[in-house]
């Protein structure tokens, strides 16, 4: 079975966005900024800002976080909230989420300005999703495994792709850029029938379903492609993925690694992201 490297892939996305971002400070041009908001502690919310922040000071774009206690008053949180989304310098904008209920999520996406919203939670840019409009953004994650699939040269088009999780941010988005691919793809969830059926099914096989080593060699098909987007912690608080990689070994012909596959793939796709809408905002 061969490893797909996601770090390959960013650092080939990074090395491009760096160029572009020496030239805009060669011209002497503002430079594209991104602001992080993070409510709590979470593990995965603090791998990824990691991630992030780690990502845009490869590339030499501004970036900010800002963070929230757990119980933050909703208020609070978006004074700051609309602060950011009208400050004029400020080109991206990620909230890690799910954010504690009492913030009301949909509050949220529902005010978070379309142009900066380069993970893609605004109903304006889940609905270019949904048409296929390209110029919209996508959630950074669900691009990021289009990318390595692409760049790993594995054809999409004509494939059966089987994704399991339907969550907002990975599964449903992922299903709609497949489809945009030319891709036939099954949406497993906790109700459907049979999973394991479905997974030796697939040709491409996408594990997004939030549980630690879950798909092992009775999901996968002989050959199948594997993306394991999944971000877990182990026992032992190592990071782990969806992926029981020992297990489907002798089975797949490639999977990818977490840590090291799609995540830092979807850093990549955040820059990428912030770099066009800071481009549509100078343009
Ligand atoms: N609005 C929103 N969108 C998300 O996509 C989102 C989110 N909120 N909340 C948290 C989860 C988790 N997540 C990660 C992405 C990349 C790494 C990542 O870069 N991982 C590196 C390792 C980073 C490290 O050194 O710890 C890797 O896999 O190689 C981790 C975690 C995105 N999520």
């Given at each position: 079975?061969?490893?797909?490297?996601?770090?390959?892939?960013?650092?080939?996305?990074?090395?491009?966005?760096?160029?572009?971002?020496?030239?805009?400070k060669k011209g002497n041009r503002r430079l594209p900024k991104l602001v992080i908001i993070r409510v709590g502690e979470k593990p995965d919310d603090l791998s990824y800002q990691k991630g992030a922040v780690k990502r845009m000071d490869m590339i030499g774009v501004i970036h900010e976080e800002v963070h929230f206690e757990e119980n933050v008053p909703k208020e609070e949180f978006y004074k700051e909230f609309d602060e950011i989304n009208n400050d004029e310098s400020v080109?991206?904008?990620?909230?890690?989420?799910?954010i504690p209920k009492h913030l009301d999520e949909d509050r949220l996406m529902n005010t978070i300005n379309p142009k900066k919203d380069i993970d893609a939670i605004s109903p304006v840019s889940l609905g270019k999703l949904m048409t296929g409009?390209?110029?919209?953004?996508?959630?950074?994650?669900?691009?990021g495994v289009i990318e390595i699939l692409k760049y790993a040269g594995v054809k999409i088009r004509g494939k059966k792709v089987t994704i399991i999780g339907r969550s907002n941010v990975v599964g449903r988005p992922l299903a709609l850029l497949f489809v945009s691919e030319d891709a036939t793809v099954t949406v497993c969830h906790s109700f459907t029938a049979d999973v394991?059926?479905?997974?030796?099914?697939?040709?491409?096989?996408?594990?997004s379903c939030g549980k630690a080593k879950l798909i092992n060699s009775e999901y996968v098909a002989e050959n199948a492609v594997v993306i394991d987007v999944g971000i877990n912690f182990d026992e032992n608080g190592k990071l782990c993925g969806d992926v029981d990689i020992n297990d489907i070994e002798a089975?797949?012909?490639?999977c990818t690694p977490v840590p090291g596959g799609v995540g830092a793939v979807t850093t990549s796709m955040l820059a990428k992201q912030l770099l066009l809408a800071y481009e549509a905002k100078e343009a």
């Open positions: 079975m061969k490893i797909i490297s996601g770090k390959e892939v960013a650092e080939h996305i990074t090395a491009e966005l760096k160029n572009k971002a020496e030239s805009l080109d991206g904008i990620l909230v890690l989420r799910p409009d390209k110029n919209g953004f996508a959630p950074c994650t669900a691009a394991k059926q479905a997974g030796k099914n697939a040709e491409i096989l996408v594990a089975v797949a012909a490639a």
